[in-house]
Structures are given as structure tokens and as C-alpha cells.
């Protein structure tokens, strides 16, 4: 998945100017917005699906957003096709049974746990077609594609099988590319069933440059099959010295792909210090407006955390001031804070429960002596502020 030496070839090909340099996020409060949601905007959200590829100690968490997880399988097999045939690691292609137990290893829960219905998608970067010189190599490829999407499929009978592709940057090949998407020979076992383009966001990327590729790669997919796209990207941007996407650049990206394609995957994410808070916020706005969960009611609350930014630490007892403010143009009834206990790992009871009814723009406040768990467990997580009127999302970073 990583880009290799694919990139380095590719990158000469289509150099971009560098983008100028975003601010770091260091806000000692941190809004919980009540964002109205507009219908274009669900609209759009409707029917995308968000899969995520994470594994490891402390991954970011993202179904508590509402994604799926979902497989990558790696090329540990080191594939390789030239004009005499197609080798692994140097030898004899894998037997059906070692194959097909390296996907159910990737897809079980010691690796990324993906559901069975989501997609598994094949990252076999040195034979994936475009990469392949044209003519006899390419043939051999193509032949060995079959048989490895053939055990995919046996391995996950109920998963969608797809390929992670260079679509946006080379059309090479396509022609064998198509016909991995269609049923050639009355074996539907035999053929891909989905699109899994690359679409990070690389060093000096722009909106410009990205959409381009994006609109390549979609415009190249539809034309050789009516199949889902699920391109791949990354809160990081790749490249060297590359840190965490801005909020407003997770934004694009997502307002870009609802627009554009059937769903997304995010590709092995992290969130390991304060500089990912821009998208870690901005992910959860996101994930709530495409599931329907996103912020609701009159209130506007901030939540100030001792660190002055969005992270916490595990093992620990935190006193949080909370501020709710009514961004409505009527007075609010009179109501209570709720149960603080939604999220693993968190607990917490409010100092002051009673809220009064408030008139337009004005505020009430309590605090919150949140508890972690030592044992809490993904990087991330998604937290609730209720009242009896309201329900706003608060994503933090746990360390």
C-alpha cells in the first residue's frame, strides 16, 4: 500500500507545486458545534460507505464513527510476472491452500479483523497491470490475477474482491484491467468486483492536482466496469516530513468522494499526537453527517481540556470545564445533563446536572471530572455531551 518505487517514477512524471504549509491546531477549547446538516449534504452522504483498514495496539477506533472494517492483504508472497511467467519470492507460485490461508489470516482478528462482507482488497503492487510492461509479461499477469482473485474468493466467499490500483495515474494495460472486472469465461469467481484506487494526499498536493487524479481514476473505472470505487486514503499526508491532513483538507477530500465515488477506506490510520486533532474532529463531523448521527439540538458546548488541545491521558482523572451556550433564536426549556457512560473506557458524573432555560446566546456551565481507563483501548474515541434537548459529538485524542 505503500508507494514505493512506484511513487518515485510517477512523481517525475507529474511534478506539482509545493502547497503552503498549514497551522498547526492548539485550541484550549475545543467547540462542539451543533453544525446543522444540509439536505445536499445527506444527500450526498447517502449510500457511501466508509471501511477502514487498522490493526495493532491503540488503533484510532474508527467504528465507533460508524465505518466497517474491512482487509487489505499485503504482498507477502513477493509476486513478480515477466515475459518467461510469474514467480513468488523468487519461485513457485503459493499453492491454493497457503494462499487462501494468508487471506483468512489478514481478515482474522489478530490482523484487521475486516467483516465478512467487506471488501478484501488485493495489494499486489509489482503485478498490478499498470505496472507491468505491455506484451507477454502482462498477459502473464493477467493469468495469474485470475487465479488469485478465483482463491480470494474462495477464501471470503461473501466478501467483494478488488485490487488497489494507479488508475488516476496510468492507463496502462487497461485493456487487461477490464477484463478483471467482467466475467469472461462463465466463472464469476474469476473476476474483481471492485475499485480501490490510490488517492492519498502526497507532499505538495493541492486541491486542484488531487481532484484531477481523482476525476481520472473515477472517470477510467466507470468506463470499464459498473462497480463500486473505494479509493484509498490516509489522514497523513505521504511523503517526506508529511503530517497530519488539516481539517478543512479531510473535508475536501470527503465532500469530493460523497460526490464522486460509492465509499472510501481509510488506510491503516493513526492518531498518535495533538497535530492529528484537526482531523480526528473534522473525521467525526463527517462520519456523523454520512450515518445520520450528527450533532443535534439548541446548544453550542465547548469542553476545556488541561493539555489546550484535544488530547487526554489514559489512567487518569481530568476535571473538564463545559459550556453550553444556546445558538438558537428562542428560549430553551429548562433541562438536565445526561448520563455521562457511552464511550469505553470513560466515565464521569456532572458537578452540576440542572440546566435552566436559557435565552438566545446565553450560556450555562458545569464541569465534568472525567475518568480513563488505564485499560482503555483505541487511540481515539468519541464521546457525547447530552441534555435532555441536545446530543453533541466531542472526539478526543487518548494517550
Known sequence: MQRRNVLSMLRSRYARPLAAAAAALGLAVLPIASSPTSAAAAEAAAGFTVFTNERGANPPGMPQYGAIKSTVVY?????????SGCTANGGPIPTQAVYEAKIKEYMGANQFGGAATAPVVLDFEDIELTQVPTG???TNAYNLWRQLIEWAHNAAPQAPVCNYGYEGWSNQNHDLVKLLHQDTDGNDKNNLD???????W???????SWSNE??????????????????????????TGGDYLTGNTWSYIFSELKAKTDGVVIWEPTATTANACAWVSQNSYEMGVITGTSNSGPFTVSATLPSGNCTVQRGTTTTVPVTLTNNTSSTTAATQMQSFADTPGFSGSWKYWNVPALAPGASFSTELPMTIAATQSTSTALLHIKTGLSDNRWAVIVQ
Open 194 to 200: 471492485c475499485f480501490a484506487p490510490r488517492m492519498y
Open 202 to 208: 502526497d507532499s505538495g498536493e493541492t486541491q486542484t
Open 214 to 239: 481523482l476525476n481520472l481514476a473515477v472517470s477510467r473505472d466507470r468506463a470499464m466496469a459498473d462497480q463500486p470505487i473505494y479509493p484509498y486514503i490516509n489522514p497523513k499526508q505521504l511523503g
Open 75 to 83: 504482498d507477502v508472497f513477493a509476486f513478480k510476472c515477466n515475459t
Open 136 to 138: 507477454q509479461a502482462a
